[in-house]
């Protein structure tokens, strides 16, 4: 006949096991939680660089769409195109 203990329902017949089950428990569990915090700084780290890299993007892009737009509204509003061109290939009619 197997006698437990009432309060944790570990086995009482060895003191020994007893106690090797409860430091291996505790390893186990502070070792998920060290495993846990590094998991958590480095997916963090990952996010925070990224998001970084997206908002520089993002204020770049809003940057040179808003001094298009300036360009845009200060040039010329008449139906003129001034400028010069050049000749590549005449067209010859035989």
Do not use: C, T
């Not at 197997?2 to 090797?20: E, K």
């Not at 700084?41 to 993002?58: D, Q, W, Y």
């Not at 892009?61 to 010329?76: I, S, V």
Request: no cysteine; hydrophobic share 50%.
């Amino acid at each position: 006949m197997r006698y437990s203990s009432v309060n944790r329902g570990i086995p009482g017949g060895n003191p020994i096991a007893n106690a090797l089950v409860v430091i291996v428990g505790a390893l186990a569990i502070a070792a998920s939680l060290v495993l846990g915090f590094f998991a958590f700084v480095v997916l963090g780290s990952i996010v925070l660089v990224l998001g970084a890299i997206i908002g520089l993007r993002v204020w770049w892009f809003n940057r040179k769409l808003g001094k298009q737009l300036k360009n845009a509204q200060e040039a010329p509003q008449g139906g003129v195109i001034e400028g010069e061109y050049h000749v590549v290939k005449r067209d010859e009619k035989p």
